[in-house]
């Protein structure tokens, strides 16, 4: 069963179906995918978001191995304004991203909050481990902003092509 949360702003939910129309209109833009892992499709298919909460996120959930929620804020009917996720398998336990019309207002920020409680109160993991390109400026303010560090250095594959990443990492202690 996966929770819902509220933040002093925001409404997450765990990700349904219902979703996807929203995740396929406010996902697919260059400024948002450019820096994710090169298994997001790019072009981004007509059915890349009803592809994703069906085949890829829904069953990760339902084994419990992965927790994806979308991102509101309290008004009522508020459209989905993006996505948080975790997971327990690889080496980047925690992803986000927030439609261009909502970033840079602390959003996702906040949204890591209750995110990251879970992951290390609920689900009782010693680390949290995340791969990240180095050009990726916002994701890495969200990251130094929690206390995580950078532990190794390499390059990866991303959606806008290889690019110098870093793995940052948090653990339960700190
Ligand atoms: C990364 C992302 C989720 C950040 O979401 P957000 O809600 O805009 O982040 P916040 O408003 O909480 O800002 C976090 C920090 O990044 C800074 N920031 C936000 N957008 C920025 C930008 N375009 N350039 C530089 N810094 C930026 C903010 O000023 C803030 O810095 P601070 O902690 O010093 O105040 C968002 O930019 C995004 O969706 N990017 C595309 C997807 C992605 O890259 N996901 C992460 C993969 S690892």
Same mark, same amino acid.
Not at 61 to 87: C, E, K, Y
């Given at each position: 069963?996966?929770?819902?949360?509220?933040?002093?702003?925001?409404?997450?939910?765990?990700?349904?179906?219902?979703?996807?129309?929203?995740?396929?209109?406010?996902?697919?833009?260059?400024?948002?995918?450019?820096?994710?892992?090169?298994? &997001?499709?790019? +072009?981004?298919? =007509?059915? %890349?978001? #009803? *592809?994703?909460?069906?085949? &890829?996120?829904? +069953?990760?959930? =339902?084994? %419990?191995? #992965? *927790?994806?929620?979308?991102?509101?804020?309290?008004?009522?009917?508020?459209?989905?304004?993006?996505?948080?996720?975790?997971?327990?398998?690889?080496e980047s336990h925690r992803g986000f991203w927030?439609?261009?019309?909502?970033?840079?207002?602390?959003?996702?920020?906040?949204?890591?909050?209750?995110?990251?409680?879970?992951?290390?109160?609920?689900?009782?993991?010693?680390?949290?481990?995340?791969?990240?390109?180095?050009?990726?400026?916002?994701?890495?303010?969200?990251?130094?902003?929690?206390?995580?560090?950078?532990?190794?250095?390499?390059?990866?594959?991303?959606?806008?092509?290889?690019?110098?990443?870093?793995?940052?990492?948090?653990?339960?202690?700190?």
């Amino acid at each position: 069963m996966v929770p819902t949360f509220t933040t002093r702003r925001l409404l997450l939910q765990p990700l349904g179906m219902a979703d996807a129309p929203e995740i396929q209109l406010q996902f697919p833009h260059w400024q948002i995918v450019r820096h994710l892992d090169e298994v &997001v499709p790019w +072009p981004y298919p =007509q059915n %890349g978001a #009803a *592809f994703f909460c069906q085949q &890829v996120a829904l +069953p990760a959930m =339902q084994q %419990g191995v #992965a *927790f994806h929620w979308s991102i509101r804020l309290h008004q009522a009917s508020a459209p989905l304004i993006g996505v948080i996720s975790l997971t327990l398998t690889g080496e980047s336990h925690r992803g986000f991203w927030i439609g261009l019309p909502w970033q840079g207002l602390g959003y996702v920020t906040e949204a890591c909050e209750p995110v990251t409680a879970y992951w290390f109160d609920d689900l009782q993991q010693p680390v949290l481990r995340i791969t990240k390109s180095a050009g990726n400026v916002a994701s890495r303010r969200v990251s130094l902003r929690q206390g995580m560090r950078v532990v190794r250095t390499f390059t990866r594959r991303f959606v806008g092509g290889p690019e110098p990443a870093g793995l940052w990492e948090l653990t339960r202690h700190e």
